[in-house]
């Protein structure tokens, strides 16, 4: 079983900056993929950023040149640099790690924008 541990979020205003970090625990032989995905109330949960184990990462558009991605593989751990905030970032943001038969998620951390 692998449990992921989130941390970083909370209540900032427009324009501040956050850090989310994840560190995945327990019986992991090996992670192909790990990323951050959000959910806004009454919204679909949908991609942040994810960083492959060969170093590519992928953001959505409406976070490109604001957030950064990265990871530290011997700590299984998993990062994302938010600068820049808007109210529209106002989500529960989820970390999720992808190994070669299935994928876990976190809990959830949740971050607020103020205008």
């Known amino acids: 079983q692998v449990q992921l541990l989130e941390s970083g979020g909370g209540l900032v205003q427009a324009g501040g900056s956050l850090r989310l970090s994840c560190a995945a625990s327990?019986?992991?032989?090996?992670?192909?993929?790990m990323g951050w995905y959000r959910q806004a109330p009454g919204k679909q949960r949908e991609l942040v950023a994810v960083s492959t184990t060969g170093g590519t990462t992928n953001y959505a558009e409406s976070v490109k040149g604001r957030f950064t991605i990265s990871r530290d593989s011997s700590k299984n751990s998993v990062y994302l640099q938010m600068n820049s905030l808007k109210p529209e970032d106002t989500a529960v943001y989820y970390c999720?790690?992808?190994?070669?038969?299935?994928?876990?998620w976190g809990q959830g951390t949740q971050v607020t924008v103020s205008s």
């Open positions: 999720k790690v992808a190994v070669p038969s299935t994928s876990y």
């Open positions: 327990g019986s992991i032989s090996s992670i192909n993929v």
